[in-house]
């Protein structure tokens, strides 16, 4: 068996297809995250715990990130430069941002130096390039850039499973406000089950010395893969609140890479990573599931011989589920974003099915009139007894 790859060598670096929709990810999502949760009083921090170099050597044909609110000389920006320009868009919100970029190898990390002194960004906002290891240095970053407190997003990148420790992802996506974007490498996960030099990274990373017995009995909901949704499980149960993955294929290609496993302990973060996910999901190759059919075992839901669309299935979902309840239009979205993490359906789609089912008779809304008249968050809607 050949040896892996140094961090820094130029196999690694290689700007693909599956890069670009990662970073589109991490974009979105941040610039959404950033607006939601500013503050003019308070400081917000980011820590990329695998930042690496700053810029790839070359591209297999995938074109880099447009960057509207900083400049780098950097012809194929990487996620430190993805990370400044996402906060800077919303510099005017809050009092600082603490951008940490965790490189250990020595080369990498001269090189981000060079590549991040050649950008321009925000005088509130503050890069730290820190020679650290994830998992081993991450908590004692965290501690020393000011501890438990207030909001911060971490983007966990590794090439390898073996360095997403159980333990220190619960630690940290079990804080209160802490939220984090994980990359699962699932093919290495499916490839390397059954090598027994394997095993203690798999232990490592379920944190379960039995996870073989309890994979090979774990049945998933809509996730194309059982080991991205066992490992979610696996989160649920000791750290956050919420989890979602997403698949990522390799190239052009229907071939699994990896699954993005986003935690959260708030349903807003849940819910602007899902719209990120699915905003971004068309381009590149991030097969958000309900987009992808050929991927997807649930893309449809087969009734009385024909074939559910989406919007069938969200409003047969909402009569059942809230059958004889009163509920507010935007506790229904929390709700539905919560218990129906993989399907298609965002905020706006609920809101045109649900106007729909009123305009219908099927539902009531009293503080809305029939016609064009918006559903707000605070309306209540009212749901007669299943029949």
Not at 6 to 35: A, F, G, I, N, Q
Request: charged residues 30%; glycine residues 6%.
């Amino acid at each position: 068996m050949s040896e892996p790859l140094p961090d820094d060598h130029e196999e690694k670096w290689t700007y693909k297809k599956h890069t670009r929709s990662k970073h589109d990810v991490l974009h979105y999502y941040l610039k959404v995250w950033t607006s939601i949760v500013s503050d003019s009083r308070y400081s917000l921090r980011v820590f990329d715990c695998f930042a690496g170099r700053g810029d790839y050597y070359d591209s297999d044909g995938a074109s880099p990130k447009k960057l509207n609110n900083i400049s780098t000389e950097a012809q194929y920006p990487g996620s430190p430069q993805i990370i400044l320009d996402a906060v800077s868009e919303h510099d005017d919100k809050f009092r600082s941002a603490e951008c940490y970029f965790m490189e250990p190898a020595d080369e990498n990390r001269r090189d981000l130096e060079q590549n991040l002194a050649a950008t321009d960004y925000p005088s509130n906002v503050n890069p730290h390039i820190k020679n650290g290891r994830f998992p081993d240095d991450v908590l004692d970053i965290v501690s020393d850039s000011g501890g438990r407190a207030g909001f911060a997003l971490f983007f966990i990148d590794p090439f390898n499973i073996k360095f997403l420790d159980y333990d220190t992802i619960i630690d940290i996506s079990s804080t209160d406000r802490f939220d984090c974007l994980i990359t699962l490498m699932t093919g290495q996960l499916i490839r390397w089950q059954d090598s027994g030099s394997h095993q203690q990274g798999y232990e490592n990373l379920y944190g379960l010395s039995d996870w073989k017995e309890r994979l090979e009995t774990f049945t998933p909901e809509d996730i194309s893969t059982r080991e991205a949704e066992f490992y979610c499980r696996r989160l649920e149960e000791n750290g956050p609140e919420n989890t979602l993955a997403y698949m990522t294929t390799e190239g052009d290609s229907k071939r699994l890479k990896y699954h993005q496993v986003f935690t959260s302990n708030a349903g807003e973060g849940l819910e602007a990573m899902k719209e990120s996910m699915t905003r971004c999901g068309s381009d590149f190759t991030l097969a958000y599931a309900p987009k992808r059919a050929e991927i997807s075992h649930s893309q449809q839901t087969l009734t009385g011989g024909e074939y559910m669309t989406e919007e069938e299935r969200a409003k047969s979902w909402i009569l059942s589920r809230f059958a004889s309840e009163q509920i507010t239009f935007d506790d229904l979205v929390k709700k539905a974003i919560a218990e129906r993490r993989y399907a298609d359906s965002l905020r706006q789609h609920y809101r045109q099915y649900l106007i729909e089912l009123h305009n219908e008779g099927e539902i009531t809304i009293p503080q809305r009139e029939r016609g064009n008249s918006p559903l707000k968050e605070n309306y209540l809607i009212l749901f007669p007894e299943s029949q």
